[in-house]
């Protein structure tokens, strides 16, 4: 599991990312520059240097056009050089593709339908309301599809719904054409221990609006799915983690539920993990859906001070949360469980459900 996660010491917001500073190419890759000087180079030059040596999406280097949007008919013409099966008859529409549409496809391309959709039932089964993308998404995360631009770079993130462009298509390939065999079967696998309890109404209040941001990217100090300019980087939308659980009870208005906003105060997820008392604090075993969950480097030994990621519980082992893969399910496995400090019941602290 530790293979495809890179969690960050995300939340805690105490100091900015560096100063803006442009890398090579993010502004422009694959144009040429004045008086005929060659194409600045990508920020996935590695990917694309990669993707092109097997044959696939450019004759050369210089002719790959990092920046433009993918298009359908590229896309076909991918797929086919990945599976070895014929083009589609619509391989040549220019239609756009967007992010979410490329995880897709890249999902059944690796035959990884049916995992998909046992995410998808699983949710459903336990009352949750997910968007289409939800299966699809979750089975690319989970095997890494996706990257994590430094936080200098946040515009370059994409939400699903955007066009996604030729450079981060490569960098999905290039993750596929480096995998070692094992990456189908341990996706399958993980479908196969989805199962989340059912939940109760609030609960799955809370959680529809949670599984409704999967897909979206990590950005530092991000709070919303609409554009933010956190620390003056202008972002089309996404979250950090703690930003994430932000958004979720903080700055989601549900009805009847006004004392929930008032029930986490802080920001970071120092702030957070610390405005519970220790007998309150809630331990792995006693996790129900909903419940804010923190990691440490001590585990339930650590303190509010060493807290460095967070999420929020969906049940059976799984949670929903915004790290290197963006909004994402993951299985509390290996450093999740390992680093597993303790929870807290905003529903409960608000009383809208038992206490723990």
């Known amino acids: 599991m530790s293979r495809f996660l890179s969690v960050l010491a995300c939340c805690a917001l105490l100091t900015a990312p560096s100063a803006l500073g442009a890398r090579i190419g993010d502004s422009g890759g694959g144009t040429r520059g004045s008086k005929g000087t060659p194409p600045q180079a990508s920020w996935a030059q590695a990917e694309i240097r990669y993707v092109v040596k097997r044959g696939l999406m450019a004759k050369t280097v210089a002719s790959f056009r990092p920046t433009d949007p993918l298009t359908q008919g590229e896309l076909a013409t991918l797929v086919a050089g990945l599976t070895k099966q014929p083009t589609a008859s ?56 996706r990257t994590n631009h430094p936080a200098r770079h946040d515009d370059l993130e994409l ?81 950090d983690c703690s930003g994430f659980v932000w958004r979720v009870y903080k700055l989601q208005a549900y009805p009847g539920g006004a004392a929930l906003a008032s029930t986490i105060k802080g920001r970071t997820t120092y702030q957070m993990s610390g405005e519970v008392p220790k007998t309150k604090r809630i331990a792995y075993a006693k996790l129900a859906p909903g419940d804010v969950v923190f990691f440490g480097p001590a585990g339930p030994r650590s303190r509010p001070a060493s807290i460095g990621h967070a999420g929020i519980y969906l049940g059976a082992g799984w949670m929903i949360h915004s790290s290197g893969q963006g909004v994402a399910v993951t299985p509390l496995t290996g450093w999740y469980r390992q680093q597993f400090a303790w929870g807290r019941r905003p529903l409960a602290e608000a009383g809208l459900v038992g206490t723990p």
């Open 159 to 239: 939400l699903p719904s955007d066009p996604v462009t030729r450079a981060e298509t490569a960098y999905s390939v290039a993750r596929i054409l480096r995998f070692n065999g094992w990456e189908a079967q341990y996706a399958e696998d993980a479908a196969a221990t989805f199962e989340l309890p059912r939940v109760g109404a609030w609960q799955k209040r809370v959680l529809d609006t949670a599984v409704r941001l999967v897909g979206f990217p990590y950005v530092w100090g991000g709070t919303s799915e609409k554009p933010e300019a956190p620390f003056g980087v202008p972002a089309h939308g996404g979250f």
């Open 90 to 145: 619509a391989a040549k529409s220019s239609t756009r593709v967007t992010v979410a549409q490329l995880d897709a496809r890249l999902v059944r391309a690796l035959g990884l339908s049916d995992a998909a959709k046992t995410f998808s039932d699983g949710a459903r089964a336990a009352k949750l309301t997910t968007p289409s993308r939800f299966g699809t998404e979750t089975v690319a995360r989970l095997l890494g599809l």
